[in-house]
């Protein structure tokens, strides 16, 4: 069939734009990935961006609240598993700083927007670690649940944010056993340490849960993602899968997850849970949470402080390419 005939330059850049939309919507079809020179929608690249940047942020205010108890690790070879896997969540806000990048974000200003409050990052670690056990809850829960979050982003449609998922999972999977160990050393112990086991899972068992997001019904970007093959599988799908691939190892751990209505549906073979408080979620998402402003006070501190730094290297790469 002959191409139509184009009357105006608008009419060409029309027409451009709905081959290369056509051409974007076949290669999510396929499934096949989104690189970062392909033409895309600004809506895909907006959505990628700030979903990549507040993925980012979290790992990197993450390692605040197992970072305050590097200075206490009870041994040497506690203080070195704890040093390599604060370490590695660094490394996994890299990537993802760089991954964000090649969508044409500035990685200063990412920073920029967090400080001030405009991109968010996980609720989970606005809460406190007020003893040892919660490093290992921490590493149980929470990494379980971020896994349980990411494994599916390794499919996504976006080819850098996809790749980089494959080696931060690999990592997670290491810091769920460490806490997982860290418990069940623990609960060897002594009465007391059995206590602070139970009292840290009794605190993070909830704000857990909530790490997957609102409920389906409130969770309004959720159909665009999925039909740009960004997001795989639905809050409540994560959420459930979570709960059911916790419950057995909480059982295993010897303890009690703090929900009175949890309870295995013998016909469907999931487990049913008791009602989140969503207005809890809002509250820490909005900045009320126990330790938001404490969070992005040290980052902005440690923003401020290492500038000089920043500076330094700048200057000397430019000096080194020749670009004085
Ligand atoms: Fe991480
Ligand atoms: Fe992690």
């Not at 051409?23 to 690189?35: M, N």
């Not at 890299?94 to 927007?113: N, V, W």
């Not at 997850?257 to 509250?283: I, N, Q, S, V």
Request: aromatic share 8%; charged share 25%.
């Amino acid at each position: 069939m002959p191409a139509p005939a184009l009357d105006s330059p608008t009419d060409a850049t029309v027409a451009d734009e709905r081959r290369l939309q056509e051409l974007f919507d076949a290669t999510i079809a396929a499934e096949h990935r989104i690189e970062p020179r392909d033409w895309m929608p600004e809506g895909y690249r907006r959505t990628l961006i700030r979903q990549i940047a507040q993925h980012a942020h979290s790992e990197i205010i993450g390692m605040q609240p197992e970072g305050d108890w590097l200075l206490a690790a009870p041994s040497l070879r506690r203080k070195a598993i704890l040093l390599a896997k604060v370490q590695d969540e660094a490394g996994h806000g890299m990537y993802l700083y760089s991954a964000a990048e090649t969508l044409g974000a500035d990685r200063a200003d990412l920073t920029d927007k967090l400080i001030e409050g405009r991109q968010k990052y996980s609720s989970i670690f606005n809460y406190p670690t007020l003893t040892f056990a919660d490093v290992g809850v921490i590493g149980w829960l929470v990494d379980g649940a971020a896994i349980c979050n990411q494994v599916p982003l390794c499919r996504s449609s976006y080819g850098p944010y996809a790749r980089a998922m494959i080696r931060v999972c690999k990592e997670e999977s290491f810091h769920q056993r460490q806490g997982y160990e860290l418990l069940m050393t623990m609960m060897r112990g002594s009465d007391e340490q059995r206590a602070m086991v139970q009292d840290a899972v009794d605190r993070w068992w909830w704000p857990s849960l909530m790490m997957f997001g609102p409920p389906d019904t409130d969770s309004p970007n959720s159909a665009q993602s999925t039909a740009w093959g960004i997001k795989r599988h639905s809050n409540d799908e994560l959420r459930q899968r979570f709960v059911d691939m916790t419950v057995p190892q909480a059982e295993f751990l010897g303890v009690t997850l703090p929900d009175p209505d949890l309870a295995l549906d013998a016909a469907t073979g999931r487990h049913r849970f008791g009602p989140l408080d969503w207005d809890e979620l809002k509250r820490v998402i909005s900045g009320q949470g126990p330790r938001n402003a404490e969070r992005i006070a040290r980052r902005r501190a440690a923003r401020d402080d290492n500038a000089w730094v920043t500076e330094a290297a700048t200057a000397y790469a430019a000096k080194r390419t020749g670009h004085v």
